[in-house]
């Protein structure tokens, strides 16, 4: 997984893992085009690229490329140094809740500007070079939707809160009232920028981009779960069965795997769920699982909210907000519905 390199460490990693038979896949650098990636070959961009990146190569102002700060957050000496890993862990540990909540004035700017320049053609070509050289899409709306709308009340009161560390909890407030001291007009383009990630990960689909689902995160912000994430992609337009797709078959497929994941038939790999209603109902059914069968070995609900809550009891943490038993109503008003 690539993160923060410099351009020509870019592409020459996704040379040098495609040369070896390796997948390569991650975020997009500032100085890296959405464009750029899926010519040379990447395999799969998570969070649509991160940063503006996406929205300038959708926008009609050619200019705004050029514009980007191609900067890495931490010297570059820093990430060759051996002990570059603790270092960048240590700069980053609060940014990384929500980076949103620590960017740059200029990095806002641009991201506007970009946004008030979304032309329809330049994203409809976009979604057919993404098609066309099948570079996968794993969007983490959830992750997004944690950065760009940090300020709508049910991250404040998420259930998770009480599962966390004293450290981790306190860390995420923090980071949360930053973002809600932000300028009005700053938190204004950010939720615009949502509801265009939305409408790009509607888009893509409708031209055949290839996407799976997947979430983001250390464990340290709340309102990440897969669930979530299929709720989001469903806002995004995609059926539930499209969803279920981008959560078994699509993944098998990016992965070489199809000869033993991404179907319940016999031969497979017995990692399945059992549900209680019908996925291509409704989205929120993915939800109502029974059982978790995992190398053939059979877990119920209830085995896992028993789980949960004997991890919370070490943590001197009480399940909150829970009702009911499992997660088989298919509502996340609790902390064990977080499965």
């Known amino acids: ?39 040379a070959g990447f395999d799969s961009i998570e969070h649509l690229g991160t940063g503006a990146n996406v929205w300038i190569a959708c926008s009609s102002d050619a200019t705004l490329g050029g514009k980007r700060d191609i900067r890495l957050p931490v010297p570059s000496w820093v990430l060759k140094a051996p002990f570059a890993d603790r270092v960048f862990t240590k700069l980053m540990e609060k940014p990384l809740i929500n980076p949103a909540a620590f960017a740059k ?113 250390q464990g340290r912000a709340p309102g990440q779960t897969l669930q979530l994430e299929f709720r989001e992609m469903s806002k995004a337009g995609l059926a539930p069965l499209d969803i279920l797709r981008a959560s078994t078959v699509a993944p098998a497929d990016y992965l070489g795997s199809t000869d033993r994941m991404g179907r319940v038939a016999k031969g497979m790999d017995a990692n399945f769920l059992l549900l209680d209603s019908d996925p291509l109902a409704a989205v929120e059914n993915l939800a109502a699982i029974s059982v978790v069968v ?38 996340w008003s609790g902390t064990r519905r977080r499965l």
């Open 105 to 217: 004035p200029g990095d806002v700017a641009l991201l506007q500007k970009a946004l008030d320049s979304y032309d329809d053609a330049r994203a409809g070509g976009l979604a057919k070079t993404l098609a066309a050289n099948r570079t996968w899409q794993t969007p983490t709306l959830v992750r997004l939707r944690t950065q760009y709308l940090a300020d709508a009340p049910e991250y404040q009161n998420d259930p998770w809160l009480a599962m966390m560390s004293t450290r981790d909890r306190s860390d995420y407030v923090n980071v949360l009232d930053r973002f809600r001291r932000l300028p009005t007009h700053v938190r204004t383009t950010y939720h615009q920028a949502y509801d265009m990630a939305l409408a790009a990960v509607g888009l893509w689909h409708q031209h055949g981009v290839p996407m799976m689902t997947g979430t983001d995160g």
């Open 1 to 39: 997984k690539l993160i923060l390199v410099e351009r020509d460490v870019f592409f020459a990693a996704v040379q040098a893992a495609h040369d070896r038979g390796l997948k390569i896949a991650g975020h997009l650098p500032p100085s890296v085009s959405i464009d750029e990636a899926s010519a």
């Open 294 to 331: 995992r190398a053939g070995h059979p877990i119920t609900t209830d085995d896992l909210a028993a789980t949960i809550d004997k991890l919370a009891a070490a943590n001197g943490s009480p399940v909150v907000g829970y009702s009911g038993t499992g997660s088989r109503s298919g509502s």
